[in-house]
């Protein structure tokens, strides 16, 4: 199975600040990547797909780029409701995988 | 807009079977994949596997000899069957889907949580 892993595991942030969330895969999976936002209680939210291709009604403030074997997703400037769980998710190989998160929190 | 809802008891004992359903308003299940993953409490999510709506699966091979996953077309739903289970099944279940097999998960349930306990 494809391993993916994501720096940093915690990341402390303030309201305004970018934001940089990165996720490295064990082989290359082409742009088969997904970014999700995950708030407590809450199911995953998807807000990137195809590494790079922003879903419809997420704030243009999100950003994602990579190929192959390292992907990074992008906050220009962090809101309130952005401080969540971030997950990266690969759907280039079964089974598919996900990242182990990065919190960004106060 | 589509809506997924996963219902099912919440406490199962031991060694017995873990069965959840999903069902979809606001669209058809037809022509689409209808997957099942797991998150245990604080952790990472898990890829159980996926359904698509003329029957074909593909389980994640960490749990393929314990899960059956079914679809119920005429009910607009699908199934989950997690067989011998223990505490380690202990986690919020989703239900998602995608649209083709290159394709992200695009749309989830809320979750509902399944405690193994005796």
């Known amino acids: 199975a494809v391993q993916l892993t994501q720096s940093p595991s915690s990341l402390p942030a303030s309201v305004g600040d970018r934001v940089t969330i990165t996720c490295r895969a064990s082989?290359?999976?082409?742009?088969?990547l997904a970014w999700f936002q995950q708030i407590p209680g809450k199911p995953p939210k998807l807000l990137i797909f195809?590494?790079?291709t922003l879903e419809s009604g997420v704030p243009s403030r999100f950003s994602g780029s990579g190929s192959g074997t390292d992907f990074t997703l992008t906050i220009s400037s962090l809101q309130p409701e952005d401080f969540a769980t971030y997950f990266c998710q690969q759907f280039n190989n079964y089974p598919y995988t996900f990242g182990p998160g990065t919190k960004v929190d106060i | 807009q589509l809506q997924l809802q996963e219902s099912g008891p919440g406490l199962v004992k031991p060694s017995e079977t873990l069965s959840l359903t999903c069902t979809v308003s606001g669209g058809s299940i037809n022509n689409f994949y209808w997957n099942w993953i797991r998150q245990p409490p604080g952790k990472g999510l898990e890829w159980i596997g996926y359904i698509f709506y003329s029957g074909s699966t593909n389980y994640n091979p960490s749990l393929k000899s314990r899960v059956a996953i079914s679809v119920d077309r005429s009910k607009n739903q699908f199934s989950l069957k997690l067989t011998s289970v223990t505490a380690a099944d202990t986690a919020v279940y989703y239900c998602?889907?995608?649209?083709?097999?290159?394709?992200?998960?695009?749309?989830w349930g809320q979750g509902t949580l399944v405690t193994v306990s005796s």
């Open positions: 195809d590494a790079s």
């Open positions: 998602a889907r995608h649209i083709t097999v290159t394709d992200p998960l695009d749309y």
């Open positions: 082989q290359g999976i082409s742009t088969a």
